[in-house]
Nanobody, 122 residues
Framework: DVQLVESGGGSVQAGGSLRLSCAAS????????MGWFRQAPGKEREGVAR????????GYADSVKGRFIISEDYAKNTVYLQMNSLEPEDTTMYYC????????????????WGQGTQVTVS
């Protein structure tokens, strides 16, 4: 089973940047779908970015397109989410997820989840 641990969250001012990390164990990040989701209290989980590892195929939610970049480091078995030009609306918990198929934003298509990391933008 895959285990995922997120890190890199914190508090920044609007316009600032953060880089979230998702370290995987028990699961080789190759030809897998890795996704970043966010969920605020009382709201549904929202797909933010996804990457089919071992390729350059990626996708982004319209709300973050042009500001966020998802990437991977195969040697470190880690996926990243570079977040630039952060806005107060980006404030929420961010979760890393792993799956097989990368054709859907549905959380049900992802079988492994991290515990999340908090991002706060003022």
């Amino acid at each position: 089973d895959v285990q995922l641990v997120e890190s890199g969250g914190g508090s920044v001012q609007a316009g600032g940047s953060l880089r979230l990390s998702c370290a995987a164990s028990g699961y080789a990040l190759f030809r897998r779908c890795m996704g970043w989701f966010r969920q605020a209290p009382g709201k549904e989980r929202e797909g933010v970015a996804r990457l089919y590892t071992g390729s350059k195929i990626s996708g982004y939610a319209d709300s973050v397109k042009g500001r966020f970049i998802i990437s991977e480091d195969y040697a470190k078995n880690t996926v990243y989410l570079q977040m630039n030009s952060l806005e107060p609306e980006d404030t929420t918990m961010y979760y890393c997820a792993a799956g097989v198929s990368c054709g859907s934003w549905s959380p049900r298509d992802f079988t492994g989840w991290g515990q999340g990391t908090q991002v706060t933008v003022s």
